[in-house]
């Protein structure tokens, strides 16, 4: 009995891992519809693709797979949630790099930072200057660095407001979750609550409900790779940062009349597992909302 049992075990730990690896390596793409009344008439339509959490991660050749996806999207903008490196230890900038470069020839590219951009940044005694050589090819190729700043993006007359924030590394403990202050934003971005429809970079989720407190209307989030395995009726098992079952997994949320789209990624790093959670490509179509309210769906 125990020799049968055993080799079970065995069958379905291997089937387990084989449907991980699966997962890593191929990825789905998502839709959602974000309305709102703020969305201006030139803007009833516009589409985004969200990329998050590569780190590092290929599908296929110079991500060929990926940037034929993205490309039958027909996006008018790319916007990029942090993460598309691996900071542990060093390792080469070859593979976001020749993705940066291949999307910003066709699109313009918005940038967010994750944790593992500041990490190259904050600890140079490890990675040198490869924050800066990073961040360097990126500007050259006229992607837009939207570390704790801002810009509109302009069509038809009319415009939105892009903000990326690059949180600090106490915001990013393991286990838990640190208290985060309006003050907290406002040093870093200044006032959030603007007459233009306000699109925020960040890379965590954990603080929604401050984002839009301060002036979110929709909230891009990575990070929390869709809680890494993924059970039904429960969702995300566990985050990077040992959060387990968290509020904020993977999909669409609502707070009042802001939305976040949250990421489920499109990589992993030092837990490289997924289980009931492929790897994700998100596309985002803004739609002017007629009469009241606003709201997020999959479609």
Known sequence: MITILAGCSAVVAAGLLARSEYERKHFVTDHYRVQSLKIPEAFDGYRMVFLADLHNNSFGSGNGQLLDAIRELRPDSIMVGGDMVVAKGLRSLKVPLSLMEALSADYPVYYGLGNHERRMDRERDVYGNQYDVYMGALKKMGVHIMRDRW?????????????????????????????????????????????????LLAHSPLYFKEYVQWGADLVLAGHFHGGTIRLPGLGGVMTPNYMFFPEYDRGFYQEGESAMVLSAGLGTHSINIRLNNPSQLILIELRRQHGTGSKTESI
């Open 151 to 199: 810009e509109y993006i302009s069509r038809g007359g009319q415009r939105i407001r892009v903000t990326g924030l690059d949180l600090d590394r106490r915001f990013y403990q393991k286990i838990g979750k640190r208290p985060m202050s309006q003050s907290d934003l406002a040093k870093l971005l200044g006032p959030g609550k603007c007459p233009e429809y306000h699109i």
